[in-house]
Structures are given as structure tokens and as C-alpha cells.
């Protein structure tokens, strides 16, 4: 079949010969067969379509020659530019190695292009044919082919795919490029690279300083460090990204982000999207880690923190046990931590190789919380509707307080009286008598400062009416059932000297631990 002989174009008429472009693109077998030292397929293709159009006499206009390899319209400038001028009426004819050359991406690019070409009367020529989509049967043609051309396509994605998570599961790194810090050998092993290796390490040192990523993003730009994207531009983001990869630990893990195409006026971008940790594919020792394993879960405990929090309100969530709870073993503060793939917390000795064994933190605040109530049982207090949630909180604390300092005034009046029988030591008294005025010392000054809250509250007209109930309000027992969250730290902050927590290894009893409540007064 030759050219003259389909339907005459208007535009022949005024010129003698018909003006065609080419269109050049390399497929994917061709950048497999490069590869395999087939010699550079766009001069092949491009001599190969010059000789088409010698055959058919036809005057080459432009050639359009794709660089960038994206399946759709939008990653491909040039098929964009060539669309352009084919709807313009620019062209008669558009020669290319084949179909699929010009789309084989999804329905709507393969519309695109049948449309743009249908309206102006364009035709594709290839080697094997040439295709004129004003033609019925061509059309129908057109689309069949492209439809094979699609499922293949697909199918080659998902080939791709498996043998991505192969090649991972054997331990190559397949990534773009290396992950910053390592270097990688021609068998795709990751191998430390001595010029970044030490940049990580350092990350992470900060980290576990406690740095957040934008303090060390502003050491990195401070020092003019290159990034991993080559240039000194340091973002938190960049940070966050290394800390919380498990590449530096040793491990080879694929499918940890993924990139979504997003329509952006005519160009294509990627938004990067990290993934669920149970979608990935991660293969552990696998190669020479930077960070220690320890180190790394440290940071990445710390960094695991929901930052929306700290960042939204600018302010730290407290959590009601923080600063009042203490390993009975070693005397340290306990700590808070979120527990992995679990909803509920963990609170743990922080010192390492303490035998004190963790415990769910839900747990030990409840079991306080029960303490404190039972040791407030039978304590009332008048009501008074009108009274804040805070005045009620106070006032119930004021009543607990001034009992236990009559209780500890007669104490002292006691430990007095055994002193003058001779019941105890000068020293013993000494010691007895400083504890217990110290209790006394400690609940005059509660009860000064609850006072003076309580003033100061009386003075704020507009403060939120209680939502707990009549009885909850004038029996602090109930209260600390029932507060939550900041409420409740108050509450504690004000009734409990510190908390000892004990729970060793050989310890049975059950999933709670034993807690001893000091109260503060
Ligand atoms: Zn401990």
C-alpha cells in the first residue's frame, strides 16, 4: 500500500510533497536490548523512518525525539508538542517504528491521541502500515492494537514487579540510586560510603541527643554538607527521612515508598507516599550498618512520637503519671513509651539492664488512680452546684489536707510526750520529729497554695461548668475515678509525693505491678 493511493488530503493540493514528522521513542525492550550492547536504538529508528519517508516522497518536517521514557502523555514532552502542532494542521503525516510508540498508557492518553489525529486528518505511518483514523476499519484497527498493547503493558508491569521483590528478597539494592550513606558494587551490594557514612552517623548522634530533624537539618545547612539530592538544601523532612530508615540498621527494605502520579497542569508530578511497615519487603543483616541496631530503635522510638502534636499546640503532651512514678530498683523516673502495632503504652524503667519489667501503662494509671481513691474513701465535702470542676478539685484536696495535718500535729504532740518518757533516743526523736513537722511543713504549704488558687479561680468569672456529677464533685474519692487527661495531672500533681513501682522478673502477681503511693501530705 503506498500513500497515493489512500483518500487525497486537501493539502495536497497546494503542495507537492506531504509534510510529515517523525516521532521517536525508546520502549522499554529497547532500553533492555541497549543494554545488552544492541547499540542506540533512536539513530537505528531514526535512520530506519528516513528511509520510510524516502519510499513515500515525503518531505520531513521535524522530528520529535522523546528523552524522557513515562508511559503517559504528561511524562512525555514531546509527544505533547507534537499533538500540539498535529491538531494545528501542521503535519499530513506522522511516521513512528510503531503504535504503541506513540501511547500505550492508559484509555484516556489513547483518546488523545485517536482524536487528535481523527480531527485533523493525520496520518500514522509505520513500516507494517498506515493508519488513517478517519477510516472506520482503521480506527477499529487502531484500537485493537492499542488495547494489545495495553494489556501487554500491564503485564510487564507486574513481571517488573515480582522481580523487583526478587532481586530484594536475594539482597541487591534496586533502588534509583543508593541510599545516601552507602555505595553500591556492581552485584548491587550496598557497601558504606566513606564520604557520607560519617554524615549519617552524625545525624543520628544528634538525634540521639535529642535534636528534632529541624535542629539538625539547620546543623547540616550550618556546615554545607551536601544533601542526598546533591545540593546543601537540608530539609527536616530530608532528616526525618534517614532517621526512620532501616537501611542504616542493616536491613535492605523495598516497596517503603511509593510514588503516586498526581495531574498537575500539564506536567506530571510524584508525590511521594510512605507506606504501612507491613507492605514492605525488608531484609534484615543484610549488609553493613552505620548505626547500630540499639541506637537506631532509640532514635526511633523518640522520633516515633506524633510530632503533630508537639508541633500543633506547640506545647508537650503531658502524660498524668510523668515525673511521679519510680523504679524501685534503681530510683529512676519511669518513662512512657508507645508500644509497636499495639494501641496501648508501655511504661518502663529507662535504665539499661534495670530487672525491673515494664507494665501496660493504662494498667498502673488505673491501679493509681484506684489507689488514691480508696485512700480518699469516706472523705465528703459540702456541695455547692455553683463551684468549677477546678474549685471542687481544690476544695475536696483542701478537706483531705487539713485532715491529715490535724492527724500530723497530734503526732508530733505524741512523739513529744514518748521523748519525755524516755521511750525514745535524742537522736531518734531528732530524726522521728524533723519527718513528721517536715509532713506538716509540706501539707500547711498545699494547702496555702489551694487556697490561693481557689481565690484566684473565684476571680475568673467565665470558666467552664463541670461535666462531672454532683457526687463526683464533692467526694474527691470519685474524683480520681473519674478525671482524665490534664484534670487528672492536676489532681495528682497536688495529692501524690511520688509512686514506687515494683515489678521484677520472678514476679508472678499477676500483670500489675506493686505500686506504693506517698501521698503529699
Ligand atoms: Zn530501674
Redesign the pocket.
Known amino acids: 500500500m503506498t500513500i497515493k493511493e489512500t483518500t487525497v488530503h486537501e493539502s495536497q493540493v497546494h503542495s507537492p510533497r506531504l509534510r510529515a514528522a517523525l516521532y521517536l521513542r525508546k520502549s522499554r525492550a529497547d532500553l533492555e536490548a541497549e543494554a545488552r550492547g544492541d547499540g542506540e536504538t533512536l539513530a537505528k529508528h531514526h535512520r530506519a523512518l528516513c528511509e520510510l519517508a524516502g519510499q513515500h516522497d515525503v518531505e520531513i518536517r521535524r522530528a520529535y525525539q522523546e528523552i524522557a521514557s513515562g508511559e503517559h502523555i504528561l511524562e512525555r514532552p514531546q509527544m505533547q508538542q507534537l499533538l500540539h502542532d498535529v491538531s494545528n494542521g501542521l503535519y499530513d503525516l506522522v511516521l513512528c517504528m510503531d503504535l504503541d510508540r506513540l501511547g500505550r498508557g492508559n484509555l484516556i492518553d489513547q483518546g488523545v491521541i485517536q482524536e487528535t489525529f481523527k480531527r485533523s486528518g493525520t496520518r500514522i505511518v509505520t513500516p507494517r502500515k498506515i493508519y488513517d483514523l478517519r477510516d472506520e476499519l482503521d480506527e477499529e484497527w487502531t484500537e485493537f492494537e492499542s488495547f494489545l498493547a495495553r494489556r501487554e503493558l500491564k503485564l510487564i508491569t507486574r513481571r517488573m514487579q515480582r522481580g523487583r521483590e526478587q532481586s530484594v528478597k536475594a539482597g541487591r539494592s534496586i533502588s534509583k540510586r543508593p541510599p545516601y550513606g552507602y555505595l553500591r558494587t556492581d552485584e548491587l551490594k550496598l557497601i558504606p560510603d566513606p564520604q557520607t557514612a560519617p554524615v549519617v552517623k552524625w545525624i543520628y548522634a544528634l538525634a540521639s541527643n535529642s535534636l528534632g530533624p529541624s535542629a539538625i537539618a539547620e546543623r547540616l545547612r550550618a556546615m554545607a554538607l551536601p544533601s542526598p539530592s546533591g545540593n546543601a538544601l537540608w530539609s527536616p523532612s530530608t532528616v526525618r527521612f534517614i532517621l526512620l530508615n532501616p537501611v542504616y540498621r542493616g536491613a535492605l527494605v523495598w516497596g517503603r515508598v511509593r510514588s503516586h502520579k498526581v495531574r498537575e497542569m500539564e506536567r506530571a508530578r510524584y508525590h511521594r507516599v510512605v507506606m504501612e511497615p507491613d507492605a514492605w519487603i525488608v531484609r534484615e543483616e543484610n549488609h553493613e550498618p552505620i548505626v547500630d541496631c540499639a541506637t537506631w530503635e532509640r532514635v526511633n522510638n523518640e522520633s516515633k512520637r506524633p510530632p503533630t502534636c508537639a508541633s500543633a499546640n506547640n506545647k508537650k503532651k503531658i502524660h498524668p503519671l510523668a515525673g511521679l512514678i ?7 523516673a ?1 518513662v512512657r513509651q508507645p508500644v509497636k502495632n499495639r494501641p496501648h503504652n508501655a511504661l518502663r ?3 539499661k539492664g ?3 519489667r515494664s507494665a501496660r501503662y493504662e494498667l498502673v494509671l488505673h491501679a493509681v488512680q484506684r489507689a488514691l481513691s480508696d485512700q480518699f474513701r469516706g472523705v465528703a465535702i459540702t456541695p455547692n452546684p455553683e463551684q468549677t470542676e477546678f474549685t471542687a478539685v481544690s476544695d475536696s484536696l483542701a478537706h483531705v489536707i487539713a485532715r491529715t495535718r490535724q492527724a500530723r500535729e497530734e503526732q508530733l504532740k505524741r512523739i513529744c510526750e514518748m521523748y519525755e518518757q524516755g521511750v525514745y533516743t535524742r537522736t531518734q526523736f531528732q530524726a522521728r520529729y524533723d519527718e513528721v513537722a517536715e509532713q506538716l511543713r509540706q501539707a500547711n504549704e498545699s494547702l496555702e497554695a489551694l487556697k490561693q488558687e481557689r481565690n484566684e479561680t473565684n476571680h475568673k468569672t467565665n470558666r467552664a461548668k463541670s461535666a462531672l456529677n454532683a457526687r463526683a464533685r464533692c467526694e474527691p474519692s470519685h474524683l480520681f475515678l473519674s478525671c482524665k487527661g490534664d484534670d487528672l495531672r492536676a489532681l495528682l500533681i497536688k495529692s501524690v509525693r511520688r509512686i514506687e513501682y515494683t515489678r521484677t522478673l520472678n514476679d508472678t502477681g499477676g500483670e500489675c505491678p506493686r505500686l506504693n503511693v506517698e501521698l503529699l501530705f
Open positions: 519510680f523504679c524501685a530498683t534503681c530510683k529512676r519511669m524503667c529507662a535504665t534495670c530487672p525491673t
